[in-house]
């Protein structure tokens, strides 16, 4: 049976991750993470809601993806699943 509600992040970026792989974007995936998990890391709180949603863009504008899925960070959800509730 599949696993219902959203996904865990690790979940999420080993899913990310495996699309990078099919188009040898791990490199760069990998970067990116490093990049906004330092930024969001050291930044104010009133900031890391924003800085977590400008870290997705960047992350779907590499990877060409559409988040039909749903997108959680910090075992939140930030894109809801398309058509969930």
Do not use: C, Y
């Not at 495996?18 to 900031?47: C, M, V, Y």
């Amino acid at each position: 049976m599949a696993k219902k509600g959203p996904r865990t992040e690790k979940e999420t970026r080993e899913r990310l991750m495996e699309h990078a792989r099919r188009i040898g974007a791990t490199e760069d995936l990998q970067e990116l993470f490093n990049k906004w998990d330092r930024a969001i890391a050291l930044a104010p709180p009133s900031e890391k809601d924003e800085m977590s949603k400008l870290a997705i863009l960047e992350v779907q504008s590499l990877l060409d993806i559409h988040a039909e899925e749903g997108l959680t960070i910090n075992d939140e959800v930030i894109i809801p699943i398309k058509g969930g509730k």
